[in-house]
């Protein structure tokens, strides 16, 4: 018998907003499959085994508000989890709820194609498995498509090299060997203590240093569980009404300036202390806003990387001085700095003197060469969009959506794009993506788009779509929060600035996960503004992202 290929819905990724996405359309009662890529649930937390892996945000936030019994019953080990125990709950809540058996493992989607004359999506993969759906929902993750630099020579290495996104499940022996990490972003900085620990020697290549607070891992306290789980119901509430939708566990102290300089040390212990990066630039109200006040905070961490690192040289290539702290992800870890004080371990700066190519035996950068036995690629993704344009998608009038997004991309409210009806994305750009709580922000996303198809399908609508003009006025909104603040300073994967030839583009919307719950709600209480059923999107859908808004009355 021929396996069943049509679809009122298809999910693509098997990731922790995919999961929600299957579980919720299928309670619609709608036939749906999902594609996944790999052998296992999980996304981020099933690719990302690298030594270190491990969550920024408290265990008791991350994780699924859907469900009470689910919230009640699971048991976090520790307070902020490595990447197995988030692996073991996505497969718990797969087979809690009965979701593996519409889960296709294994496959890879590359080819989207929109068939205006039925207004089906044509779903292809690697594999061979072919698809129809009238829905695609798209939770193929903002960190996914990683991203290796073309260093010439990499064919000639004689040792063995891996990207800590695509590391092998039976994991890699790092013991006695010689190391080379390059890229020091959270993922360098997460495993960088754990490998220096056991190889011969590590060599750290670092282009640019990041930020980073001690996360103190710890097991989680049995009265904070409980604490946590009597309030669930509340503090939800309160994460999805805050603007990273998170529940905030630091205070807030007005500015920088409302303090004395030995006043504005002690909060920022205090909040060093509290162990949780994210809520560390919360301090303050105008850390993310005002230059001075971010200088304050930058080099309040600065002087403790310099207390910590022993060499100074080595502690000022540590210290970020090229852009305001928070505009990159601001990193949590486990003994960092100090591993720069172990004999085992050197750190190379990259930037004054560039790798040129992999040779044989190692590495060469301009000045020097490195012998290696093992090389880890901790460089990174093509963020946001580059999980979305390896589908080769094509939508109404043959459009590429890499030519759409040639100059950038484009969305309306980050869940649709013009010119490509009924596939809504989750943590697209233009949303809030990685910038809020992810589980908590897909979880909205994904109720917003089942509520959305619930008014299609009993409106009898065949297909919803949105213009460029529309596109245009998100866009204005999105750059317009993004330039009140200090995000568009810093040469960021959220600018696209990670991969040549990529726009540059800032891709989040940094107005607030609470800010864009309101916008999306509001839209669809203005009749659907924005939206356009059964028709095809008006006017040409490729466009400068960047063009004026249009005036409005």
């Known amino acids: 018998m021929s396996e069943k290929s049509a679809f ?24 749906v499959r999902c594609l996944e890529a790999g052998d296992g649930v999980g996304g981020t937390w099933y690719w990302n085994r690298y030594p270190g892996a491990r969550v920024d945000i408290e265990s008791m936030q991350y994780s699924y508000s859907f469900d009470e019994d689910l919230q009640q019953d699971w048991k976090w080990p520790e307070h902020f989890s490595p990447q197995p125990d988030l692996e073991a709950y996505a497969n718990h809540v797969t087979d809690r709820f009965g979701l593996r058996e519409r889960i296709r493992f294994g496959t890879r989607v590359n080819r989207l194609r929109f068939d205006e004359g039925t207004s089906r999506w044509h779903i292809a993969a690697e594999d061979g498995f072919t698809a129809t759906a009238k829905y695609v929902i798209a ?11 073309p260093f010439p020579g990499l064919d000639s290495f004689k040792g063995t090299w891996h990207h800590t996104s695509r590391w092998p499940a039976e994991g890699v ?45 710890r097991a989680l306290d049995p009265a904070y569980e409980q604490e946590w789980k009597a309030q669930y119901a509340e503090r939800r509430e309160v994460m999805r009404a805050n603007p990273s939708a998170v529940f905030p566990t630091v205070p807030r102290f007005g500015s920088v300036f409302d303090h004395s300089p030995e006043a504005r040390q002690e909060i920022l212990e205090r909040a060093w202390s509290a162990r949780n ?6 301090a303050f109200t105008d850390t993310m806003v005002d230059p001075a006040a971010n200088e304050v905070v930058a080099e309040f961490i600065r002087g403790k990387i310099r207390q910590i690192v022993r060499d100074p040289e080595v502690a000022e290539l540590l210290c970020p001085k090229t852009y305001p702290v928070g505009t990159k992800r601001i990193c949590m870890d486990t ?14 700066d990259v930037r004054t003197h560039p ?95 089942t509520r959305f198809i619930t008014h299609m399908e009993t409106e009898g609508h065949e297909r919803v779509d949105t213009t460029v003009e529309w596109e245009r006025r998100w866009g204005a909104e999105v750059d317009g929060a993004a330039d009140h603040t200090l995000y568009k300073r810093a040469d960021s994967w959220y600018m696209g600035a990670n991969i040549p030839g990529k726009p540059r583009v800032f891709m989040i919307y940094v107005g607030g996960f609470d800010r864009y719950v309101q916008r999306c709600t509001e839209q669809v209480e203005a009749g659907y503004e924005g ?16 063009a004026p808004a249009p005036a409005t009355d």
């Open 8 to 31: 009122d819905a298809v999910v693509i990724g098997a990731g922790f907003s995919g999961l929600y996405a299957l579980h919720r359309l299928s309670g619609l009662g709608l036939d």
């Open 335 to 348: 003994g960092y700095y100090e591993t720069f004080n172990r004999e085992n371990v050197t750190l190379v």
């Open 531 to 546: 939206f356009v059923f059964d028709g095809p999107a008006r006017g040409p859908v490729h466009a400068n992202t960047h």
């Open 139 to 149: 939770a193929t993750g903002s960190l996914h498509a990683h991203n290796v630099p």
């Open 173 to 217: 022996d790092l013991t006695g060997k010689r190391v080379g990490l390059i890229g020091t972003g959270s993922t360098g900085i997460q495993i960088a203590p754990v490998a220096a620990e056991v190889a011969e020697h590590l060599t750290v290549f670092q282009r640019t240093p990041a930020f980073s607070v001690p996360a103190v891992h």
């Open 277 to 282: 990066g994210l809520l560390f630039l919360q």
């Open 355 to 449: 790798i040129t190519r992999i040779t044989e035996s190692g590495l060469r950068t301009t000045n020097a060469s490195y012998d290696l036995d093992v090389i880890v690629f901790a460089t990174g993704f093509d963020g946001v969009t580059g999980s979305f344009t390896a589908m080769n998608v094509t939508g109404t009038d043959g459009l590429d959506l890499r030519e759409k997004w040639a100059d950038g991309p484009t969305s309306y409210l980050g869940l649709l794009v013009a010119g490509f009806p009924n596939l809504f994305m989750v943590h697209g750009p233009g949303s809030p993506g990685v910038l809020a709580q992810m589980i908590t922000g897909g979880e909205w996303q994904v109720d917003w788009i």
